[in-house]
């Protein structure tokens, strides 16, 4: 194990994850969590969220202590998600936890009553930054309709990142924490989140 990160607020505040060593897994730090659950406050009770790279579970696992109806997390490493798995039979309402060992680009390739599966209202996109696969969950959520009508999209990347395209997409909040770029975004044919 390489360290621990913690839910910060909801239900299972303050219970901790195992960030184990594996290569590529770069958790979603306090801070940036925090800055990104309060762009959303409000908009997660009741809703179904979709963790995309879930690693250890931390932004998916969070929608859930936040009250979210439903989480899935997809995740390609067994070994991360056996650990998901058991935080889902363990902890209490982890019912509303399912996780998917799959290879993301496969998943998106389908659409959700083909992996039977309903649209999302919150999607995560976090995948290691090295594999410039922002642009191509961007494209497959879309094309494949993975997103509810008032869905919202978080995509997280390195700071210098602009390589994906966004042009069908309305950027609703554009932040830089250090290393990391944090966008949240909407289909442009969908009217702005209330500021």
Same mark, same amino acid.
């Given at each position: 194990m390489?360290?621990?990160?913690r ?5 299972w505040?303050?219970?901790?994850l195992?960030?184990p ?5 770069r958790p ?9 659950? /309060? ?6 009770a009741?809703?179904?969220?979709l963790?995309?790279f ?5 932004l ?8 979210a ?5 997809v995740?390609? /490493?067994p070994?991360?998600c056996?650990?998901?798995s058991?935080?889902g ?5 982890g ?8 290879d ?13 599966l309903?649209?999302?209202d919150?999607?995560f ?8 696969l922002?642009?191509l ?8 309709e993975?997103l /509810?009508r ?5 995509v ?8 994906f ?5 309305q ?5 830089r924490i ?8 909407e ?6 989140l209330?500021?």
């Amino acid at each position: 194990m390489t360290g621990k990160v913690r839910i910060i607020s909801g239900n299972w505040r303050g219970r901790k994850l195992d960030v184990p060593n594996v290569p590529g897994l770069r958790p979603t730090g306090d801070r940036l969590r925090e800055t990104l659950f /309060n762009w959303l406050q409000g908009r997660i009770a009741g809703r179904r969220c979709l963790d995309l790279f879930a690693g250890t579970g931390a932004l998916g696992l969070e929608a859930a202590s936040r009250g979210a109806q439903s989480v899935t997390l997809v995740e390609i /490493n067994p070994q991360l998600c056996g650990a998901l798995s058991e935080i889902g039979r363990h902890w209490p309402d982890g019912n509303r936890v399912q996780v998917v060992n799959q290879d993301v680009s496969h998943f998106l390739a389908q659409t959700p009553v083909e992996q039977g599966l309903q649209a999302f209202d919150c999607v995560f996109v976090d995948p290691p930054f090295d594999a410039g696969l922002q642009g191509l969950c961007l494209r497959l959520l879309q094309q494949n309709e993975w997103l /509810n009508r008032q869905a919202w999209v978080y995509v997280e990347s390195a700071a210098g990142d602009n390589h994906f395209e966004l042009n069908r997409w309305q950027i609703q909040r554009d932040k830089r924490i250090g290393e990391v770029r944090m966008l949240l975004l909407e289909p442009a044919a969908l009217a702005p989140l209330d500021r």
